[in-house]
């Protein structure tokens, strides 16, 4: 799928950066059982309108890590399921390919302005995604995505904490369906589309039979 970072800029601007660590997102027994059962978990620590803080969210993928974590390395794809992204590019590349520099537009339409932001996102082989913006509307937009093997190897629990503050032009009505609906339904998403992976894969790795 080649190296570039197909960001889950999540939920059409829900985006983070390093120092968060999913760690201190510890599933509750219900949390996990709900996850287990293929449900999205969404915990949100939010102000009283709702457009700014902190949300924490896992969901179960039938994958195993080393597949979701290329499905979300390529920009060219995240215009398909990310909502309202128009724009994704990888604009710089450490040498290592341990991060990448990354641009991204998010359109509204006639809700508001375009939202653009450049974050650098770190990267630990199959395990973890970090990101921080460094230019762009954001007032605050940092947070990590965590792979955890689940299945012996064949599955996959991602979490993902964000801390996010829109630009005050963004309705405080769509920020809180970034949090309420988008996320959500980002995550379904990219589910379908790693387990679509998958699938694909284990079909082209089977013998054909004679």
Known sequence: MGQEFRWLALIGCL???TGAYAADFQLTPDEARRAQAREVVIRSALDAGQRRGTVRAAIRIDAPPAVVFQV?????????????LRVCRV???????????????????WYAPRLKWTFRAEFVQDASITFRQVTGDFKQNY?????????????????????????GYVPNWLARSTFKRELPQML??????CEAEQTSRAAAATPPRH
């Open 15 to 17: 985006a983070v950066a």
């Open 91 to 109: 604009r710089d590349r450490a040498r290592d390919g341990s991060s990448q520099l990354v641009e991204q537009e998010i359109d509204f339409g």
């Open 188 to 193: 379904t998403d990219l589910r379908k589309r």
């Open 72 to 84: 979300m390395m390529s920009c060219a794809d995240a215009v398909q399921y990310v909502p309202h």
């Open 143 to 167: 947070g990590l995505w965590e792979f955890e093997a689940t299945d012996a190897g064949a599955g996959t629990l991602l979490r993902y904490r964000a801390t996010i503050d829109p630009p």
